[in-house]
């Protein structure tokens, strides 16, 4: 065979190539909305149950194997950005804009959402302040849901909580309306502190060193991280908020117990425990991947500084693969041993937020956009009882953004903000 045809004939079949994958892929770039440059590592989506999708390249480009038959509706999102949807039709390249975005955030419980006082307080916030998001419970620190939850109806906890829970009649309508007013969702799910759903199912509750069922020192009950039904209730749970259209959803709770002498399903050793937590994230991620939705989870302060897992299942390094956005709590107040050359953390709230964010930093290798922290905005309970006020809660935010952090998030847990003390 002589050069030429040789030529000709890598010609022909190269051509075959590229003629079956462009008949089989959704091609296309991510830009940045405002710059219209590139965004790199991107992660597009098919939106169907194949969940078909990819990261994009330096330049922005992607490729997806998916048939392109009829419209196909794919989704984006990356760090520091808003979720975008598309429609491909005919296997025509697509280009995809994200809009920037640093969500801060105020958090509203379940009484909060369902209390329209509290709610209509927090909604006015963006009109005077930096705030352009929510953190609502889905499920709360009593395992509580503030509208009729059907995972929490066939795993038989709804009938088990302390007390009727204030119920929002129509919560996708409720979260279509927050949407409309350009606020940035995020569903706060509090994963193995479960005391209606170890009510319901004692066998995955977590026991003390007699093999009794062990109660934390609220007196409420604790799901066993290695209990693969109670996980698989969870996700199907954070599924569920994902349908009804939360932006991010956001693990709390996600660890084991912080106390000594408990039995588990498997011996609990370092390794078992954070294979646990971290295999409970990669199963949500493979879940929500056609949802579209950003997966962020809450870690304790000493998380970023502790070497081990805190005995909780919580180690720094391996999260950040599994997840979008890490959150740790970098409370002043729970830091109850400060910090080296630091040892009254509430007199130095913005250096507790500067320097733990910078370890975690160092420690994973990732930018500052790869973290959103939580803040105090409540009174200390370890110290000296301070009031956190404009000053406090402003060093915090100000650590958080000068991180370039992914914004940052208010805890209160009587979901009460004061506009004058936010920053602007």
Known sequence: MSTRTRHALWFVLALAAWQAVAADALTGTVVDARSGAPVHGATVVVLDTSAASSLTSADGTFVIRAPVQGAITIGARAAGYGRALAEARGGNPLRVALTPLRPKAVYLSVFGISSSALRDAALALPQSSAINALVIDVKGDRGMTPYRSAARDAIGASGRVEAPAPMVHDFPALLAALHGRNLYLIARIVVFKDEPLAAAHPEWAVRDGRGDVWRDREGLRWIDPFSGDAREHNLDLAEEAARMGFDEIQFDYLRFPDAGGLRFAQTSTREARVAAITGFLRAARTRLARYNVYISADIFGYV?????????????????????????????SGFTWGLPGCNKPVEHPGEIVARSLAEAKRRTGLPGVRFRPWLQAFRDYAF???????DEIRAQTQAADSADT???????????????????
Do not use: K, V
């Not at 000296?384 to 404009?390: N, T």
């Not at 992914?406 to 602007?424: A, E, F, I, K, V």
């Open 304 to 332: 970023c500084w502790n070497l081990d897992d805190t005995a909780i299942g919580q180690q720094l390094e391996p999260l950040g693969a599994a997840l979008d956005y890490i959150s740790p709590m970098l409370y002043p």
């Open 406 to 424: 992914d914004g940052w998030m208010l805890w209160n847990p009587r979901n009460q903000y004061d506009s004058t003390q936010l920053p602007r």
């Open 384 to 390: 000296d009882h301070r009031e956190f006020d404009a």
